[in-house]
């Protein structure tokens, strides 16, 4: 498709369980962000890729966040082990060049976990 | 490190009528400045950015920003707004420098266009 594309859209976890969010940015986009968006905030960083690179992880808020693009298009973030805590959307964007800004966001995934 | 605040929450304006989205940033380094906006059920959307040159920046959809360094603002304006206005709207900074990459976001202003 045209947009950066995420799923699930929606997804239910029960405290403990492992998750994993899909991304698929647009094409050729080197540039793959993370974006962690709590009820009633505005987005905050997670991690950024170039191509397969993970450049920098440094929001990430735990190690049970864990992140991969093995061949620099598609992304998953993993959570294990959830929290109520957790519970958020999570934003994947994807740009062509990292520093100018322009992002293009998908839609989020939005994880509830009780 | 960096930080944005959006002061308002919220924001009810008629339709046609002019509207002001306040932002004002914190940095200790030169700033790039943006505003994006996200509309119901969709992801969000850049509508300006400041990188350099001139302060008063023009978007999509008829919004401007005006940087004020002196004022550590980046306030949006539209000088009359339509019912598909209403949205979320986003104001965040990166810095100029390594690292420019990573946002950093308000927590957002609902715009409600009243008709």
């Known amino acids: 498709g045209a947009g950066v594309s995420q799923s699930p859209r929606y997804k239910v976890a029960k405290r403990g369980q492992d998750v994993a969010l899909r991304c698929d940015p647009i094409s050729g986009h080197v540039s793959l962000f993370w974006y962690q968006q709590a009820l009633g905030q505005g987005p905050e960083f997670l991690t950024y890729f170039q191509n397969e690179a993970q450049l920098d992880k440094s929001g990430l808020p735990s190690d049970r966040f864990f992140a991969e693009r093995p061949e620099g298009s598609v992304s998953t973030l993993k959570i294990q082990r959830t929290q109520q805590e957790d519970s958020a959307v999570y934003l994947c964007?994807?740009?062509?060049?990292?520093?100018?800004?322009?992002?293009?966001f998908g839609e989020g995934s939005r994880l509830t976990v009780l | 490190a960096q930080s944005v605040t959006q002061l308002d929450s919220q924001v009810p304006v008629f339709e046609e009528a002019p509207v002001e989205l306040r932002c004002n940033y914190s940095s200790s380094v030169s700033v790039y400045l943006f505003w994006y906006v996200q509309y119901p059920n969709q992801g969000l959307q850049l509508l300006l950015k400041?990188?350099?040159?001139?302060?008063l920046v023009k978007g999509i959809n008829g919004f401007e920003a005006e940087f004020n360094k002196s004022q550590t603002s980046f306030h949006l304006r539209k000088p009359s707004v339509h019912i598909s206005d209403t949205a979320e709207y986003f104001c965040a900074v990166s810095h100029s420098g390594a690292g420019s990459y990573q946002l950093t976001f308000g927590k957002g202003t609902k715009l409600s266009v009243i008709p």
């Open positions: 964007a994807s740009s062509k060049r990292a520093r100018d800004g322009e992002l293009f």
């Open positions: 400041y990188l350099s040159g001139s302060t």
